[in-house]
């Protein structure tokens, strides 16, 4: 949508350059451990984000998840928390040196600028139709950098999609340049978007940083002397052709491709075999499937094989015959699965119809056999060539099992029988909200999908189906049922490994090549691995979960289930870049693995690298890399360590390191993205068990994670144009608008949150009108009331601010942001709002003023550079990021329940009104009915007699039953019993219904028979508001025992009536003399008894020109009948005109159309036409 201008953003945007400028000079986020103080320091705050990875510009879904960060250290600073932010740069890992690598060969091969060629088909990029793959987070960065580059394919397109200049890109051939380019961008993007961020202690990863390696070095070297690292084999890319592991840089194809991990579901092959299977009537032979759904097998039905498809029997190291793919078997073959390693050893060759109508016994599935059947679209590049099927989940599946029953003649050219399909149905085995119980069933029907040709068709309901029954789905069958799907996923995957059901089986994710043309396999290779999951580690790191806040139930949850899953994870890597393994340099150490406590070191590294980020300046206390030894970082972290002897560094220098670490340590929060909760934080609690094991105080005391953010209701894709950098959001919207949206995108941490722009817009608008509005109240402050502050409006006004301070003090303390926003700025607004409309523009001068104050310091935390400049502009000294959090009086609860009955009251008058004005005409034209001039409220006492026995009857049986309502057919039974109802049966359940709806809105207060305020009083100090806001020119107020019975029926406490009459008028012209002026002649109608305010304020709604009642005066023809016939003189307007009094009074005679004025004892005929002046 286009923009209709950036005035507003511009300044905005000034706003932030002046008031960071002055944070900088201030130095204001820069912190240090206080002298003596002991640690951890009970008022200490320290926050952590993981450190983004440096091979692009930061983009809005990081900044979604820092954000959080940043709020919540900008309220824990106001509650008087001493809070430090550290940010570094990740560098680890081998994206960059691919990369880097990559544009070297393109440069080599297609010149400097480069020449690519128009067409080059690149096959690992075809869209795959087979299932989606829920991906192992820990890859996550490949995924990342796929979406960061968009559709471009070469890596010097990549960078031009960055933004970065022809002439610059070729220097990005080396590593070193990718490390000096990225950070200060990141930290200048982050600077604009006013992070609380002591930059002192920024750092990057990798050797190119000595003080980091140093610290990393130490850190494994602690987890080797724990017996935490080990070696041994595991999954990684290889080449059988090179005979060693194939790295990126090794690849001619598939580069940042790895391991994708399958479970092998075993079909038991039924005796008596096929007869092209008689020779192997003494084994035991498996169909083998790989799926990466086994929480899915309990609803098999059936086994897809291809009849044109090549298979093999071969023999397993069980000494069982395995048949699937030969590519498959030889995947195995170096996975230790088979008879002979590395080599497949062939029983067999077959095609698919020689095992077509094969009978089975599958794992899990209620069939007792199951059969195999043809499918035409299996194909042999992924996976074992045979596939379960699972037709009430699985879209295809469905098609295809369809097909063979509609299709006699399709049968029978396979050879398959009716007994191997026709009995076989869909098993519900998971529930999705929105769908149901048989996924594939519901969505293949309401797309009309008729058979396996469908193919867009099905491709749109596996998108419905799959993810949605993975991250939503509830299991309704087997040992597990009740549970989440993505909880149980490894739990089932283990029930099928233990009984021999299935093993785990590895392949590429996708087609690999390396240099040598070789096609790439995932075999078992010696690798260093920490032993996660052994025992008494998970236990430690069980008892961190434990006294973690999570902030969630689902994170909790997840955390859980990935303890119980999660194993060995490889540490170690070839290639790339990052810190070499200690003691087996050829290694080096990959990036979930450097990650894990790097935390620790932010609280010493401002006093190694001076803010300096890849380490190479002078050390602030002139400490050399390496001096750091393991002992000197002993020294550092263990506070019973003695000063190491042979230390170069001086133990007074050390002791300030050492007190730094003692002061900040642990991590008081850490925020991730959800993605990161199997991986990288579940790491992250265990290694500060291993490092710390008897210092519970420094394990990690809260994590709070998030769901990715979605941009205008779409994922971020540069490809689609939906994507925004941070630099660009901050250009866009500014940096408090952009972190307003961002606040307001939502808080849960499982489901995604959404950044809207037009939402951002909004906010915007709302920023700036927040800042004009409190320039014009400082501007015209000595016009507003003074005096007491005793009136309705005041005391719900000060009550409603303390109500705001409170909940939006709940909200941040609970990490709630978009609730924060919600109760600190937009009804805060709305109050204040209201309080302008109820005091009818008559506001108090020391309540705006407190307002102002109030709504900049909730604000602060979110939108900290406006909320600093208005901080100024209402006189406060210093910054605002010193100021305290607002105190607030106790709530009156009962005044929240009185403002909120007036403005329900008000709002329930103006639809009743409404109505009146527009009655639904029925059979003839309505005739149009004359517009209500004035109105009587009724306020009910008490309840109807039989409405307050149903009252006292629901009250007492939702208090026997403990808070809850009985059965409708039992608090019936009860009503019948009572005598006062017998009349009013029908009415009674209508009622009863509207009371339970009540009570699920306010609670059991909603079936008192009485208000807990005096209603008369509330509406009689408010008549004046309701008269203006109804439009009506007079309103009274009676009891309802003074009204018929069907008034005193709709009537009772709490909810008042209103019934409107028209008063009759006289319609009198009023004239304005006065030359030049912009006011106008105007007809307004006089009412019996009026007084001369009365048509004032009429005048003032017609005419906006006029500013305040005072400045109007009302005066007649001194001569009513030539009066108005005499031409007017410009120089002496008011001649021949008499002023009224404000004491006069009006009176009509409706019927000849008169107006007569009473004045001083004088009682005149004003002839239809007045006069007024506005002075």
Known sequence: MERKGTAKVRALQDIEVAVQQRWDEEKIFEENAPAGAKGPGKDKYLVTFP?????GRLHLGHTFSLSKCEFGVG??????KQCLFPFGFHCTGMPIKACADKLKREMEDYGCPPTFPEEEEDEEEKPDDSEPIIKDKSKGKKSKAKAKSGSAKFQWQIMESLG???????????????????PPLAKQDLKRMGLKTDWRRSFITTDANPYYDSFVRWHFLTLKKHNKVKFGKRHTIYSPKDGQPCMDHDRQTGEGVGPQEYTLIKMKAVKPYPPKLKKFSKKDIFLVAATLRPETMYGQTNCWVRPDMRYIAYETAKGEVFISTCRSARNMAYQGML?????VNILMELIGQDIMG??????????QTIYTLPMMTIKEDKGTGIVTSVPSDAPDDLAALRDLKRKKDFRDKYNIQDEMVLPFEPIPIIEIPGIGNLSAVTVCDELKIKSQNDKDKLVEAKERVYLKGFYEGVMIIGDFKGQKVQDVKKVVQKQMLESNGAIIYFEPEKKVMSRSADECVVALCDQWYLDYGEKMWRAQATKALEKLNTYSEETRKNFVATLDWLHEHACSRSYGLGTKMPWDPQYLIESLSDSTIYMAYYTVCHLLQGGIVDGSGKSPLGIKAEDLTPEVWDYIFYPSTSYPSGAKIPKATLNKLRHEYQYWYGVDLRVSGKDLVPNHLTYFLYNHCAVWPTEPERWPQAIRANGHLLLNNEKMSKSTGNFLTLSDAIEKFSADGMRLALADSGDLAIEDANFVESMADAGILRLYTFLEWTKEMLETQSSLRTGPMDSFSDRVFINEMSFGIHETDKNFGNMMFKEALRTGFFEFQAARDSYRERSLNNMHRDLVMRFIEVQALLLAPICPHLCDHIWALIGKKGSILHAPWPVA???????LRASEYLETSAHEFRLRLKNVKNPSGKGKKAVAPSIPTHGTIYIAKTYPPWQSAVL?????????????????????????TIDVLKKFMKKVMPFVQHVKENVAKKGPRAMDLTVDFVEKDVLESNLTYLTNTLEMEGLDLKFSSEATDKIQEECCPGKPFTVFRTEPSVAVKLVNPQPHSCHFSITVPVMEGDSVNRIVSRIMKQDRNIKGDNRVEIMRYTDPDLGPRKLPKFDKPLEGKTGISTKA????????????VSDNGTSIDIKGILVYIVN
Not at 75 to 80: A, E, L, P, T
Not at 164 to 182: K, Q, V
Not at 339 to 343: A, P, R, S
């Open 51 to 55: 450190y983004p990875y440096m091979n």
């Open 164 to 182: 970065i200049p022809g002439e610059e890109i070729p220097r990005f051939a080396n590593t070193d340049h990718w490390l000096e380019y990225f």
């Open 889 to 895: 009086d106790k709530v009156d609860e009962v005044l």
């Open 358 to 367: 094969m009978p089975l016994n599958a794992p899990l599935t209620k069939y």
């Open 339 to 343: 008879k002979q390693q590395n080599k």
């Open 952 to 976: 006292s009857t629901m009250k007492k049986a939702y208090e026997s039953k403990g808070g809850q309502f009985p059965e409708n057919k039992e608090l019936l039974g009860q009503l019948k």
């Open 1145 to 1156: 009074a009006f009176s009509i005679e409706p019927e000849a159309k008169k107006v007569t």
């Open 75 to 80: 309220y824990q600073r106001m509650k008087g």
